[in-house]
């Protein structure tokens, strides 16, 4: 068993400088320096003069009631006089100061239409007025990127699932829902993009309907992420919430809303004919009928990946019967035997027991933790607790089970355990576990920055453990694009432990963690995953510490180096470690819905889809946190 790592608050930096208290002389020069009274107007004149000895009078007062109900608590303390003095005029010091101090500029608190209007504004007329120019070109650099995918997609396999760069066609990798156009949607729109954002949605309005009545088997998963999930953000960035499309181009919000609704309909057999609270994985839309996977078995994170999107359908819709379903799951799993939190990434949907003991944040286990703390943000206020209580048990079973340190720099990593607790640890660790640092973050601050949330002395020791070990775990994916020859991470690492041992590298011999990171011929493909991106993104936002716009940025570079298609598109690779890259002919739906976004988001105005007020579902998806948004 492993041992936890010592994190501890003495590891947190917190730069309070910014906060610290003014001597009382000093409040005075500044403020008098900062004021805006002419001088010359304060030389003594009769009445000035009373007003001084009148504001004296006042503050005279104040301490001495001050002093009253301190001396009150000294007689029951039996402090001495002196101290009492001390006390007394220390006191009257600290109101005197908190009269003079001006309080902190915060950012404004905006809307999510208010922000929405900000984003069209951003990318139209003046694109982004609070970051720096050079980020201003970077951020363009991405929404060009963005048009290039889309053109690739649009001009060789609109209303395909998606784009084979290479071969110039499409393929329906998904059930033939046209998943990339409605992935892409909200990102076009977050973008200010009207012409895409007009193609994207009259494709829905005339296609999709016919699509979701006719099309065969799809899986729950990946159907309610891509396509309820995007359909949903687009309902509401389009202004759907406010009875009308003000913000975009495009058909009426409502061609969004009645799409989730119809597409819903047809998933919800999932849940309704299983004997369990488990859904099945799998849904055939024309006879909206369900039925399990071959092997019998749901993954954990596919049936715990839902509730947000159900949830929030339920909210609109004002028909309980989605989010009654989909929250099942979850109060079923909050009765299953756990250990320390961690679950097996296999369910039975027929049993409703966990199957086997494979425990990972890998593939199959990943989500299931997002999705607890994020639809406990999303629910906040309502009778979701035990969701907040299975995280925090689950991320304290994750750095004390999974968390380790490589051998020979000490690159924090989270490993599985594919035998259970109590069977050997793997190193091993999936690109895909790098969604872990920006739902760590999330959980720690709720949203907020982390001054705001320290200031505001809203984080425990737990909190803080884990922001540390989402900045640590963190400058590990990033890693794991920087011990490559291309700058892009393999599908998979193992990290090692065994002093000595070399395994097969990145092949880039220049970086440090080149005999930490160990990379197998089978694990050398990308296929433009956004997890380290979008950990990024909201590693920024909360700790507002420029590296991971630094970092985002080289991570940007080699996408554009190595994966765009000249004709149009980008494409997944099949070996990161080699140059040039041999090339996949794939470019999947996540490119345009998922990291082109968390990269558009990193460089520009944290003020655009704020964290406190939106939770990503875990396609990128923003959906609003109850009570944030107008309902209908
Ligand atoms: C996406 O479909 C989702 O992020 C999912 O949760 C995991 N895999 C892909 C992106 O890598």
Redesign the pocket.
């Known amino acids: 068993m492993s041992k936890s790592l010592p994190y501890s608050m003495k590891d947190v930096h917190y730069d309070n400088g910014k906060f610290r208290h003014r001597s009382v002389s000093k409040a005075i020069s500044q403020a008098l320096l900062t004021s805006k009274v002419n001088p010359d107007h304060v030389k003594c004149s009769t009445g000035k003069f009373l007003g001084l000895l009148l504001i004296g009078g006042i503050v005279c007062l104040m301490m001495t009631h001050s002093s009253t109900l301190h001396s009150v608590s000294h007689d029951v303390a039996k402090d001495s006089e002196s101290k009492e003095g001390r006390n007394f005029i220390a006191d009257g010091r600290n109101r005197l100061k908190r009269l003079l101090r001006r309080p902190p500029r915060l950012p404004p608190r905006l809307s999510p239409d208010e922000m929405v209007v900000i984003s069209n504004k951003s990318t139209h007329e003046h694109p982004n007025s609070s970051s720096d120019s050079k980020w201003q070109a970077k951020q363009q650099r991405v929404k060009d990127a963005f048009v290039h995918a889309w053109t690739g997609y649009k001009n060789y396999s609109m209303g395909y699932d998606e784009l084979m760069p290479l071969s110039h066609k499409g393929v329906d990798g998904l059930g033939g829902l046209g998943a990339t156009v409605i992935d892409a949607l909200d990102t076009a729109m977050i973008m200010g993009l009207d012409e895409i954002v007009m193609e994207a949605g009259s494709w829905i309005e005339n296609h999709l309907p016919e699509r979701i009545n006719g099309k065969d088997q799809v899986n729950l998963f990946e159907t309610t992420?891509?396509v309820l999930g995007g359909l949903l953000s687009a309902y509401h960035l389009s202004g759907g919430e406010q009875g009308g499309n003000v913000l975009h181009k495009g058909p009426k919000p409502n061609i969004y809303l009645e799409n989730a609704r119809n597409l819903a309909d047809h998933l919800l057999p999932a849940f309704t004919s299983s004997p369990s609270d488990i859904p099945f994985s799998d849904v055939v839309l024309h006879d909206r009928s369900a039925h399990p996977a071959p092997d019998g078995l749901s993954s954990t994170a596919e049936v715990a990946?839902l509730q947000l999107e159900f949830n929030y359908l339920s909210s609109l819709t004002g028909d309980p019967k989605y989010s009654l379903e989909a929250m099942k799951v979850f109060q079923h799993i909050k009765t299953l035997p756990k250990h320390e939190g961690l679950v097996p990434i296999y369910i039975n949907p027929q049993t409703g027991e966990f199957n086997g003991e494979n425990i990972r944040l890998g593939s199959r286990g990943?989500?299931y933790y997002e999705y607890l703390i994020k639809v406990w943000l999303q629910q906040r206020g309502s009778n979701c607790s035990y969701l907040y209580d299975m995280y925090m048990e689950a991320m304290k079973g994750v750095r004390h089970l999974l968390v380790k340190k490589s051998v020979p720099n000490g690159l924090v990593f989270v490993g599985e355990l594919p035998y259970g607790h109590q069977g050997e640890f793997s190193p091993k660790m999936d690109h895909?576990v790098c969604f872990l640092p920006g739902t760590l973050a999330i959980g720690a601050t709720k949203g907020l920055t982390k001054e705001k949330a320290m200031r505001e002395n809203l984080l425990n020791f737990e909190d803080l453990e884990n922001l540390k070990l989402a900045e640590d775990l963190a400058k590990t994916c990033v890693e794991m694009y920087s011990v490559t020859s291309t700058g892009l991470a393999p599908e998979i690492a193992y990290f090692n432990m065994e002093g000595n041992s070399e395994g097969p590298d990145g092949g880039n011999k220049s970086s440090k963690y080149v005999n930490d990171i160990i990379i197998k011929p089978a694990d050398r493909h990308n296929?433009l995953?956004?997890?380290t991106v979008e950990s990024l993104m909201i590693l920024y936002r909360i700790t507002e510490d420029p590296k991971y716009r630094e970092w985002g940025w080289e991570i940007f570079e080699a996408f554009e180096k190595y994966t765009k298609v000249e004709s149009g598109g980008y494409t997944s690779l099949g070996d990161v470690t080699v140059i040039p890259p041999r090339r996949r002919d794939k470019m999947e739906t996540?490119f345009l819905g998922?990291t082109l976004k968390y990269l558009y988001l990193l460089f520009g105005n944290s003020n655009v889809i704020p964290l406190d007020q939106f939770v990503f579902n875990?396609?990128a998806h923003p959906i609003p946190i109850k009570g944030t948004a107008k309902h209908r």
């Open positions: 992420i891509r990946s990943d989500s895909l296929l995953r956004p997890e996540f998922e875990t396609e």
